[in-house]
């Protein structure tokens, strides 16, 4: 079975710039979760989606902002791209329920703002 | 407020020597989840052990064990006779309590070199 997977693997934008990023989850998992780990440090919660629906949100600006789709593949959008933006974007699947918690990860796009 | 704290920035071993990461956590929560991921240079997060905080019995999983203690809040995971392909960034996570999917709080990780 596939894991979670994510497009781009790499990229570089211009300052002001947008982004995309998007992320197919493991087959059967409904919720999906971004995280942005820069450089030397651990991941940070962006946001979840359950069943197409926010479910959470991490201390983030509204620049950043993420969809997810009937399939329950989900898109990270970035608008107004600053050099901090320049990260590791990790995106994460799982099943839902008692006794579901473990979060796979994608192998992540590595973002890089110029 | 949750928070995940990993004391170690960096630990170097050598082959076959045991070595223990510490990470210490903070929650209002009486039930959550705590885990061990493992991020090696390709930057995948790969997923380890899981813990409940309703159960505190500690175990060990071929060269991995933990040793999970409530009272302190701790959450110690261990690797057995360390190879080199341990080297790793290693985290320790807690996820609250919630309805749905996950949210996840990381520690700032310890890198592990494991010397030949």
């Known amino acids: 079975d596939a894991g979670v997977t994510q497009s781009p693997t790499h990229l570089i934008k211009t300052r002001g710039q947008h982004v995309t990023l998007r992320c197919s989850p493991i087959?059967?998992?409904?919720?999906v979760s971004w995280y942005q780990q820069v450089l030397g440090q651990g991941p940070q919660f962006i946001f979840q989606y359950y069943e197409k629906e926010e479910r959470g949100r991490g201390n983030f600006p509204d620049r950043f902002s993420a969809r997810q789709f009937p399939n329950y593949s989900s898109e990270l959008n970035v608008n107004a791209l600053l050099l901090g933006d320049s990260a590791l974007y990790l995106c994460?699947?799982?099943?839902?329920?008692?006794?579901?918690?473990?979060?796979?990860f994608g192998q992540g796009t590595r973002l890089t703002v110029v | 407020a949750q928070k995940v704290t990993q004391a170690q920035t960096e630990i170097s071993v050598v082959e076959k020597e045991d070595v223990t990461l510490d990470c210490v956590y903070e929650?209002?929560?009486?039930?959550?989840?705590l885990f061990w991921y493992k991020q090696p240079p390709s930057g995948e997060l790969v997923f380890l052990i899981r813990?409940?905080?309703?159960?505190?019995q500690n175990e060990i999983s071929g060269r991995y064990s933990w040793n999970f203690q409530k009272s302190t809040s701790s959450f110690n995971f261990t690797i057995t006779a360390s190879q080199v392909v341990d080297s790793a960034v290693y985290f320790c996570?807690?996820?609250?309590?919630?309805?749905?999917?996950?949210?996840?709080?990381f520690g700032a990780g310890t890198i592990l070199r494991v010397k030949s």
């Open positions: 996570a807690l996820r609250p309590n919630m309805e749905y999917g996950n949210k996840l709080v």
């Open positions: 929650t209002r929560d009486t039930t959550y989840y």
């Open positions: 994460a699947s799982s099943l839902v329920g008692r006794g579901h918690t473990e979060a796979f």
């Open positions: 087959s059967g998992h409904k919720s």
């Open positions: 813990r409940n905080s309703f159960d505190e």
